[in-house]
C-alpha cells in the first residue's frame, strides 16, 4: 500500500513569507495528524483530524498557522508569515479506525526560515 | 496533560551488547504506549507497542516493559545490531476517544561495529 505523502521535502524561504505543506494520508485512513519536530526532539502535535473536521487544534498557533482537511482526505497546513522559529520539520501522519493506536508518518517537510 | 520523560537521550553500544531506553509518564489515563524508529533522514516507524493490560511485550530482539504503578515503561533491545542505529521515540496516549499520543524527546541510539 501506498504511505503517508508529503511535500514538499524541502522548502527554503525567507521570514516573513508565506509557506503551504500538503499530505495525502493512507487510503481509508481517517485520522490525520500534523506534527512539529524540531532537532533532537520529540514530535509534538499541532492538529489532529478526525474525517474533515479538526478535533483538537490547541496546539497551533492560530495567529500565523492554518489547516485544512478538505473532504476528509488530503490536508494543507499553512504559515503565514513565517518566522525564524518556524524553522523545524513537519510531520504528517494518519491512523485507521480499528487501529488508532499505530501512526503511519510522512517522509515530513524540512523547513527553513532564513 | 500528558508529559513523557524519555532516558537517556544518547545511548552508545558496542555491536552484540544490549540497549535499554527508560520512558516515564504523568497522566495515569495512558493505556496505550508505542515505540518508534526514526532513521537519519527518515520517517518515524513503529516497532512495537504495549498496551496497559499487559506487562511485557516481546518481539525477537526487542521487547517493551510496562509498570503501570510506577508510570514506566521501557524498550529492550538484545543483540544489537548496527542498522540498530536510529533515533528511538516512546510515546503514551489513552486509547478510545481522543487518541493523541504524546512523544518522549528520543534517545539516539548508536551501535558500534
Known amino acids: 500500500e501506498a504511505g503517508v505523502v508529503q511535500s514538499p521535502r524541502y522548502k527554503i524561504i525567507e521570514k516573513k513569507q508565506p509557506v503551504a505543506f500538503w499530505c495525502n494520508p493512507i487510503?481509508?485512513?481517517?485520522?490525520l495528524y500534523w506534527y512539529l519536530q524540531n532537532l533532537g526532539q520529540g514530535p509534538e502535535l499541532l492538529i489532529r483530524?478526525?474525517?474533515?473536521?479538526?478535533?483538537?487544534d490547541s496546539q497551533l498557533p492560530k495567529d500565523r498557522f492554518s489547516a485544512e482537511r478538505l473532504k476528509g482526505v488530503d490536508s494543507t497546513l499553512k504559515i503565514q508569515p513565517a518566522e525564524l522559529g518556524d524553522s523545524a520539520v513537519y510531520l504528517c501522519?494518519?491512523?485507521?479506525?480499528?487501529?488508532?493506536?499505530?501512526?503511519?508518518f510522512g517522509e515530513g517537510s524540512r523547513l527553513t526560515v532564513l | 496533560g500528558e508529559n513523557v520523560e524519555q532516558h537517556p537521550s544518547t545511548l552508545s553500544v558496542q555491536e552484540g551488547d544490549s540497549a535499554v531506553i527508560k520512558c516515564t509518564y504523568s497522566?495515569?489515563?495512558?493505556?496505550?504506549f508505542p515505540w518508534y524508529k526514526q532513521e537519519l533522514g527518515k520517517r518515524p516507524q513503529l516497532i512495537i507497542d504495549?498496551?496497559?493490560?499487559?506487562g511485557e511485550k516481546k518481539d525477537q530482539r526487542i521487547a517493551v516493559t510496562l509498570n503501570k504503578t510506577a508510570k514506566h515503561f521501557s524498550l529492550h533491545i538484545t543483540e544489537t545490531q548496527p542498522e540498530d542505529s536510529a533515533v528511538y521515540f516512546c510515546?503514551?496516549?489513552?486509547?478510545?476517544?481522543?487518541?493523541?499520543?504524546?512523544f518522549g524527546r528520543g534517545t539516539s541510539l548508536i551501535v558500534h561495529p
Open positions: 501522519a494518519s491512523s485507521i479506525r480499528d487501529r488508532e493506536g499505530e501512526l503511519f
Open positions: 487510503s481509508g485512513h481517517n485520522t
Open positions: 483530524y478526525e474525517n474533515e473536521e479538526a478535533v483538537d
Open positions: 497522566d495515569s489515563a495512558s493505556n496505550y
Open positions: 504495549i498496551r496497559s493490560n499487559v
Open positions: 510515546a503514551a496516549s489513552p486509547l478510545g476517544g481522543s487518541y493523541i499520543p504524546t
